[in-house]
C-alpha cells in the first residue's frame, strides 16, 4: 500500500450520523486490500487523529510521522478490527493514541539518555532516577487500572483524559447519546479511583 507522504488532515469528514456504518464498511473492505476504500477511510478520519495526535505529541512535524504510522497501522491490521469491542473511530483512535504515547515515551527516554552522557562523573543525580522510576511505577498502575474498564468505558476515558476531548466531542465521535457518555465516564472514573486507592 503506497500512502500519499503528506498527513495534512482532510475537511471531509464523514457526518455523525450514520458514519460508524459508513467507517465500519470501509473498514471491512480495506481488510480486504481494497484501496480505494482505505484512502476515503483515510479522508473521513485523518482529521480527527490528526487532531488526538497534535494534542499529545505537540510537535507538528512529529505529529504528522505519528499520523503517518497510524495509518500504516490500520491498513496492516484493519482485519483485526472487532466490532464487539467498540466502534470504528474508537478503534483507530486508540491506535492513534498508543502511537503518539510511544512517541513521547521514545522522545523522553533520548532526552534521558542524553542527559545520562552528559554527566561527566558517575550516573545520573539519584532524584532523576528516583523521579523517572516513580513515574514509570505511577503509569503501569494507570495502565492495569485501565485494564480494568470495559472497552466503552476505556474507550471514553482515554478520549476524554489523554486526547483532550470534552464529553460532547466525545460522544460525537463515538456516535452514541451524551447522556451514554456521561454515564461510561463516571462508572469509569469510579472503578479507576476504587482500582487506584485514591481518596474521594
Known amino acids: 500500500m503506497t500512502m500519499d507522504p503528506s498527513v495534512a488532515p482532510s ?44 494534542r499529545v505529541v505537540r510537535d ?55 542527559t545520562r552522557f552528559a554527566v561527566l562523573d558517575g550516573g545520573p543525580a539519584f532524584d532523576v532516577v528516583e523521579e523517572a522510576a516513580t513515574a514509570s511505577l505511577d503509569s503501569a498502575r494507570v ?12 474507550e471514553a476515558v482515554t478520549l476524554a483524559y489523554y486526547g483532550g476531548y470534552t464529553y460532547k466531542e466525545v460522544a460525537e465521535l463515538l456516535d452514541v447519546p451524551l447522556g451514554t457518555i456521561k454515564t461510561r465516564m463516571r462508572d469509569g472514573l469510579i472503578r479507576l479511583r476504587d482500582t487506584l486507592g485514591v481518596d474521594q
Open 11 to 54: 475537511s471531509g469528514q464523514a457526518p455523525v450520523e450514520g458514519a460508524t456504518a459508513l467507517l465500519t464498511h470501509l473498514l471491512a473492505r480495506a481488510s480486504r486490500g481494497d484501496e480505494a476504500a482505505f484512502a476515503e477511510l483515510y479522508d473521513q478520519t485523518s482529521a480527527r487523529v490528526y487532531g488526538l495526535v497534535r
Open 60 to 114: 507538528p512535524a512529529q505529529a504528522e510521522e505519528v499520523t503517518q504510522e497510524t495509518y500504516l497501522t490500520i491498513w496492516r491490521e484493519s482485519a483485526r478490527y472487532d466490532a464487539s469491542r467498540g466502534s470504528v473511530i474508537g478503534w483507530i483512535l486508540t491506535i492513534a493514541h498508543r502511537r503518539a504515547v510511544d512517541r513521547v515515551r521514545a522522545v523522553e527516554s533520548a532526552r534521558e539518555r542524553d
Open 143 to 154: 495502565r492495569r487500572a485501565l485494564s480494568t474498564l470495559t472497552d466503552l468505558q476505556r
